[in-house]
């Protein structure tokens, strides 16, 4: 079963304009991180926000994390054709924290 | 290595047929993930290793499905009479197994049961 929901499922945005992207999970977690994926295959990391964090930036990325409410928000500024992928919201939890589960995603297309 | 490594990148088989799928995580990489993803979906967990143990094999989808992994590093990954729903792609990530615990994938196996 999958840890995390992700909305919306699908995203289509004019370049320059911000993307937002939701992702709820069910347990509690050591950290959440976000991943994308191009072309359907190996995922590449870009941002970690641990459980004590609240907001994180990385550059034209935005992280939010509420714990109360168990959800996570990555805000892309200023996108660019580039940025069209799907993005992917990860928990890990468990004995150490290394069980790391994904969400559905949500696929990214920018229009030039 | 450099990179996680996977083999096959691209397998083709026949109902039935038992396959097997390798990954070679980055060196000194403890923890070890195998995943599944079907066209346009997410990430299915499998399983994952700590060193040589895996704590959660939940998510193998059935006793068709093994994974193991020797010496801390290379994982196999095997499926036994193989089915159609079977196939998908299998993706391997390792990750350090402490801190922060970032995920590096690999390309992935695709995996066409006819």
């Known amino acids: 079963s999958q840890q995390g929901e992700e909305d919306p499922q699908a995203l289509s945005i004019q370049e320059g304009e911000n993307a937002t992207m939701n992702c709820s999970y069910k347990t509690s977690i050591n950290n959440l991180q976000w991943y994308r994926q191009n072309s359907g295959r190996g995922l590449v990391h870009l941002i970690l926000i641990r459980s004590n964090e609240r907001e994180k930036h990385s550059g034209r990325l935005r992280v939010t994390l509420d714990t109360s409410k168990k959800s996570s928000s990555l805000l892309i500024t200023a996108s660019r054709a580039a940025d069209t992928a799907s993005y992917f919201c990860a928990t890990a939890s468990g004995t150490g924290g290394f069980k790391t589960i994904f969400g559905a995603g949500t696929r990214l297309f920018v229009k030039a | 290595g450099a990179g996680v490594s996977q083999s096959p990148s691209n397998k083709v088989t026949e109902k039935g047929k038992d396959v097997e799928l390798r990954c070679d995580p980055i060196?000194?990489?403890?923890?070890l993930y195998w995943y599944r993803q079907s066209l346009g979906q997410g990430l299915e967990f499998l399983i994952y290793f700590q060193g040589n143990s895996a704590p959660d094999k939940s998510g193998l989808p059935s006793d068709r499905f093994s994974a193991e992994r020797t010496g801390g590093s290379v994982s196999t990954l095997t499926i036994q009479r193989t089915q159609q729903e079977d196939s998908a792609v299998y993706l391997c990530?390792?990750?350090?197994?402490?801190?922060?615990?970032?995920?590096?994938f690999g390309a992935g196996s695709r995996l066409t049961v006819l």
């Open positions: 990530a390792s990750s350090p197994g402490r801190g922060a615990n970032v995920l590096t």
């Open positions: 060196s000194g990489h403890t923890a």
